[in-house]
């Protein structure tokens, strides 16, 4: 059986309120952004109508407005991309086709009560068989690129890479403004519990047999 400090530890439930303080940290205003050689501002950024960090190997986030410019997709190597908001960001997935881009997109919402949560497996196979790829590179965008997006690869880290919610979350704020809103991190931390308890199960269950192996 697992001591009880391992225990108390595992079983800790985390709540949205407390994934926040993960937020309180956030990059430099002005940095690098995939495909321009210079540091650019929030405003700068804006006026390019481009806006997105590579949050995490392989992965970059941005805004709506970014992936609808083709050119620019193709010239930083882009080879899959996730809409998490078709209902906001509009555009035709035949076109990606067309250009050699896989393309996935789901309708949510960027309100605390939408199921953001029932997309997380998903959207974390689709994340994780593009990262398999040799030279993969995938853009997740949703309207400005700091909530469905966020929380999507956040869901992903944590389920294919064992980050814990937290760790996810401060990860990403190392290079872009990531911010989901409190329902998401609910979500996540809802996400955070469920994997925990079953790591916990699996740990006492190894703790068992290497007890009736002595």
Known sequence: MAFLGE?????????????????????EPARMM??????????????????????FPGIIIGSGD??????????????????????????????FKKSG??????????????????FFQETAEFIERALSMRCGLVFVSCCMGYSRAATIVAAYMMLKKNYTA????????????????MGFLQQLAGLDNGLRKDRYRKYNSTQVEIQYSI
């Open 7 to 27: 225990r108390e530890r595992l079983e800790n439930r985390l709540s949205g309120k407390d994934l926040q303080r993960a937020l309180w940290t956030g990059p």
């Open 34 to 55: 995939p495909g321009v050689p210079r540091k650019l501002t929030t405003m700068e950024r804006t006026k390019m109508k481009r806006d997105c960090d590579e949050v």
């Open 66 to 95: 970014s992936i609808k410019n083709m050119d620019y997709l193709l010239d930083i190597g882009v080879t899959h991309v996730l809409n998490t908001a078709e209902s906001d960001v509009r555009i035709d997935p035949s076109k």
């Open 101 to 118: 881009i896989s393309y996935k997109g789901f309708v949510c919402k960027d309100i605390p009560s939408a199921d953001i949560a029932s």
């Open 166 to 181: 937290t760790q996810a979350l401060q990860y990403m704020r190392g290079s872009r403004e990531v911010q989901p809103n």
